[in-house]
């Protein structure tokens, strides 16, 4: 499979400092989105020790004895979940021991939506509530699930999904990566078919757009490099309340 990427990230409207991180690395076929939080320093510093330390991870396991990028002919025997969430682990630990060396940074943390494409298959390495999604033809499908009390609400049948999209609690996240020493992380993995798009993005997006105008966005652009500015675009309009990232990959045979 063949692998073609785009990626934007915006400050937004209303926030003074872009406090998101993210990472196309088009050699490893590896591509991170993060939202950090915890103060002016704390976010931004979170997000980007995550996607630097998830990227070096991987790059370091690619060359030990158990290379997690060999082929594999189906998902159960891949080795790169374990290497996907490892490295998420690390990151985590990473930013916890750099919070508590500077005051300054103390509580920081931040989410993590993870994707590593290999050959037809496609992982997933999840904390937070920033989001992956499958465009496939018509169909759009959300493949992670938030780590919110929202959704916590959702589940339990307290709250509708429209009543959470205007709830005061909508930013309240259950899982961070780096807020403690360990988190728990959700991997996936879906079997890629040709001209299937990948859309990575944070809640800065997510919150402002619906799913049916991502899916119209991807399918109505010329480029796949337009479809990053088309919806920062849509999500400002509508009033950009947070910082705004969006990668988007596409493969084919």
Do not use: W
Not at 84 to 93: K, N
Not at 133 to 154: A, F, T, W
Not at 228 to 250: H, S, Y
Request: proline share 3%.
């Amino acid at each position: 499979m063949k692998v073609v990427s785009a990626g934007l990230t915006d400050v937004g409207r209303k926030r003074n400092h872009n406090e998101d991180s993210f990472l196309i690395d088009d050699e490893l076929q590896l591509y991170v989105v993060a939202d950090g939080m915890g103060g002016h320093a704390g976010g931004g510093t979170a997000s980007r020790i995550a996607v630097e330390t998830i990227d070096k991870e991987l790059r370091r396991a690619r060359e030990g004895r158990d290379n997690p990028f060999v082929t594999t002919s189906n998902l159960q025997d891949a080795l790169l979940p374990d290497a996907l969430r490892t490295a998420v682990e690390r990151a985590c630990l990473a930013i916890f021991t750099t919070a508590q060396e500077d005051p300054r940074l103390s509580g920081m943390g931040t989410t993590v939506i993870s994707l590593v494409v290999r050959d037809n298959q496609a992982f997933f390495a999840h904390v937070g509530d920033s989001r992956a999604y499958l465009v496939r033809g018509p169909l759009i499908q959300q493949i992670s699930e938030d780590h919110s009390l929202v959704n916590e609400q959702i589940k339990a049948g307290m709250i509708t999904p429209e009543e959470a999209k205007h709830s005061r609690y909508k930013n309240i996240i259950t899982r961070s990566v780096g807020f403690e020493e360990e988190v728990q992380v959700d991997v996936m993995g879906v079997v890629a078919e040709p001209g299937d798009v990948f859309l990575l993005c944070s809640d800065g997006l997510a919150n402002m757009v619906e799913d049916r105008e991502l899916h119209e966005a991807v399918q109505a652009s010329a480029s796949l490099a337009d479809v990053p500015k088309r919806l920062i675009d849509l999500a400002n309009e509508r009033g950009g309340d947070d910082n705004i990232t969006v990668i988007v990959v596409q493969v084919s045979a």
